[in-house]
């Protein structure tokens, strides 16, 4: 079932500080809510070329919606049925993801479809194809300069 997502649950749920590589996690979070903000955090590291793929695959496999087109959903602190909160929603997996709670700009947007589809992919929801060739790629990359920075040791 969809989740309302209001312009406050973030901070109450997750923070991500990319500059500090720092994430901050409510309480109230769940396993996803990790992943999302790690998301955010990795984010600036995935090549632009990368990102452009991704989120042009996104688009065309899930819809973008503003709350005006957005059904009622379940307010998580209350569990009561209600409007979504103002702004544009990615629609995966019978979710909405908030793409504009973050601030203005594609480049905020682009990090919260990345951080989204990361969370439901890690998460082991099913994504289309075309969607996951792409994830797994940036994450294959992520973790090879991952192994390429670490230190190496001499024997």
Wanted: hydrophobic fraction near 40%; glycine fraction near 6%; charge should be negative.
């Amino acid at each position: 079932f969809p989740t309302r997502r209001s312009s406050d649950l973030p901070q109450q749920l997750g923070k991500a500080f990319f500059l500090l590589n720092t994430i901050f996690v409510g309480d109230k979070a769940d396993l996803s809510m990790w992943l999302h903000e790690l998301g955010h955090i990795v984010y600036r590291k995935i090549p632009k070329d990368q990102v452009s793929r991704l989120i042009a695959g996104a688009r065309r496999c899930f819809p973008v919606m503003s709350h005006q087109e957005l059904p009622l959903a379940i307010d998580p602190e209350t569990s009561k049925l209600g409007p979504v909160a103002e702004g544009l929603y990615l629609v995966i997996n019978d979710r909405y993801c908030g793409i504009d709670h973050s601030g203005p700009g594609e480049d905020v947007q682009n990090d919260e479809i990345w951080a989204s589809l990361f969370a439901e992919y890690a998460s082991g929801f099913e994504l289309p194809f075309t969607v996951r060739v792409i994830l797994e790629e940036i994450i294959v990359y992520l973790s090879v300069r991952q192994e390429d920075s670490q230190p190496k040791l001499e024997s």
